[in-house]
């Protein structure tokens, strides 16, 4: 396991405690059982030899697979379980490939909850190179939370789409909880929520989450109203323009994000000069 932050630790601890032996690298020496790419490999033993990737998407894993590519021999797989694009992953697979090391692109959906509720896996490659790594898969997934989507670049292009659901599931789930919390005629917002968790048909475990961030913070004064978003909402609309699949949820969640992200929106202060001019409408002055 390469990458050991707050996944990558939990999914070794999970893999241990499936009877697996695991061997973990992080750029932390302190995390790590052993301290280089050539010491990991040599730990390995047997072949073929399997690798997970546990670390930040984008140049990160391309500097590990670098370090590491070299290193492995044919028949060994690496996993990658990070949210990296699609199009990366089929460029690394193949890359692999010359050297008749397989690639497997895994979404890894679970969080922190992970350990021990178990972890979504979306997976793309060759079924041969799948079969390697399924041992692991078995150990990491909850029953039925495991699909071999499809070939290389499926597995991270699953992830993605489910991501950007995520992002429409959270801003539905935020607009009715800023209306609840409006209205002269609802007493407690937060109570309505709670209510919702039990036999609504709206009820799900993100539900659940928010159940308990208000509870930690009623009304979630402490929190900042700022989102960022992770790349893969982006990435999902710019799929679905391709495809042309109209994902208008997905969308405005989206561009939410974008907004939230705004302390002073340049788009809002053209609408309240343009409502000024037209209708009189008082807007607020810049200090």
Known sequence: MVGLGRMGANMAERLRRHGHEVVGLDHDPGAGD????????AALGERPRLVWLMVPAGAPVDDVLG?????L???DVVVEGGNSSYHDSIRRGRALAERGVGFVDAGVSGGVWGLDEGYCLMVGGDPDH?????PAFDALAPEGGFVHA????????VKMVHNGVEYALMEAYAEGYELLAAADLVADADACVRAWRHGSVVRSWLLDLLELALEDDPGLGGVRGRAADSGHGRGTVQAAVEAGVPVPAISAALFARFASQQDDSPAMRVIAALR????????????
């Open 150 to 157: 499809g070939p290389l670049g499926a597995g991270h292009f």
């Open 67 to 71: 370090e590491l590519g070299p290193l």
């Open 276 to 287: 000024h001019r037209f209708g009189g409408h008082a807007y607020d002055e810049r200090a």
């Open 73 to 75: 021999d044919a028949g």
């Open 130 to 134: 799948v079969a390697v790594a399924q």
């Open 34 to 41: 052993v301290a280089s790419a050539p010491e990991l490999v």
